[in-house]
């Protein structure tokens, strides 16, 4: 058998497969994780194309057309277009909606917040003003460009935690008219926040800098990201698992702060950092500062920057 028969029967097989089963039981896998192994395809193919032993070739074929079938099925499986979709509404009674708000209301006994923000591609803003401010009296507010059929919110509260889940109704897809899914946050300056958001291939745009933040986790596929933190809370921590992306991280200058990344292929701007180990930077003023950031950052090929202000 040749071996390009071998690979494009190999790729049309499995594509067709993972749709057949996709079109019964809505299987759906991560950009973000399939974009970091997608590389392998290119070098199994390179290695092939070097290697006598036409057993092992074979094998390297298979593989490389597994990797690839599955990251065109993962980049189509990223929503961009919407057509029917069947979906199954189960909002908190307390969480207030309109055709496009949700919101929870704010009591001064919840001290600590944990905000857990699970959507698709799309652009995710903490900083768009469509109210004329970035916070809310609310303990969180959020708009949305589709309509409230689209997304799921839930609030539990105990004692003075609570913990806020948003995310994208799971949705049978079949590909139609595009569409705009902007989301807009606007959070309650109050509490302590513990943020995490889990997008696909995206553009995030978060100022931060008038809450009280002591955890952010990032986990994205290929995106652009702004974030900006304040200098509301002594002891930050930041973690971003990226595909190939744009990232610009902005601190305060008076906190120390520390990057640790494993960024292979990666422009790396750390201005005002030192580079103490392979993959550690610091500011000059970390060990002296009693303020800390710390940063740790595992990209593909992207380009990132940290910036003082």
């Known amino acids: 058998m040749k071996l390009s028969n071998l690979f494009w029967g190999t790729l049309f097989l499995l594509l067709g497969l993972l749709i057949l089963i996709n079109n019964f039981f809505n299987i759906s896998i991560d950009i973000s994780i399939v974009w970091k192994i ?48 069947y979906l199954i509404i189960n909002n ?13 209301d704010y009591n001064d006994k919840i001290k600590e917040v944990k905000l857990s923000f699970n959507a698709s591609a799309g652009k995710f803003d903490l900083s768009d003003d469509f109210l004329g401010k ?25 004692d003075s935690i609570a913990e806020i889940n948003f995310l994208m109704k799971d949705a049978k897809i079949e590909f139609g008219d595009s569409f705009n899914n902007k989301v807009n946050l606007y959070l309650n300056e109050n509490p302590l926040w513990d943020l995490n958001f889990n997008c696909g291939a995206s553009k995030m745009d ?40 744009r990232i610009k991280i902005k601190i305060p200058e008076n906190f120390g702060c520390e990057i640790v990344t494993d960024a292979v292929l990666s422009h790396r701007d750390f201005e005002g950092f030192k580079k103490t180990e ?32």
Request: proline content about 1%.
């Open 38 to 85: 997608a590389p392998m395809f290119l070098i199994l193919i390179g290695f092939s194309l070097m290697i006598k032993s036409l057993s092992i070739r074979y094998i390297l074929v298979v593989i490389s057309s597994i990797i690839l079938s599955l990251t065109i099925f993962a980049a189509f499986d990223t929503p961009k277009f919407w057509g029917n979709i």
């Open 92 to 104: 908190d009674k307390d969480v207030k909606t309109d055709n496009t708000l949700f919101s929870y």
């Open 134 to 158: 970035s916070s809310t009296e609310n303990l969180v507010l959020i708009k949305t460009s589709l309509s409230k059929d689209f997304y799921d919110m839930n609030v539990n509260q105990i």
């Open 206 to 245: 978060f100022d931060l800098k008038k809450f009280k933040v002591k955890n952010i986790d990032v986990k994205m596929g290929a995106a652009d990201l702004d974030l900006k933190i304040g200098d509301k809370y002594s002891n930050v921590r930041i973690s971003i698992d990226a595909g190939a992306s």
């Open 278 to 309: 392979s993959n550690v930077f610091r500011t000059e003023n970390f060990n002296a500062s009693e303020n800390k950031i710390f940063i740790d950052l595992n990209c593909g090929a992207s380009s990132i920057a940290v910036k003082r202000y």
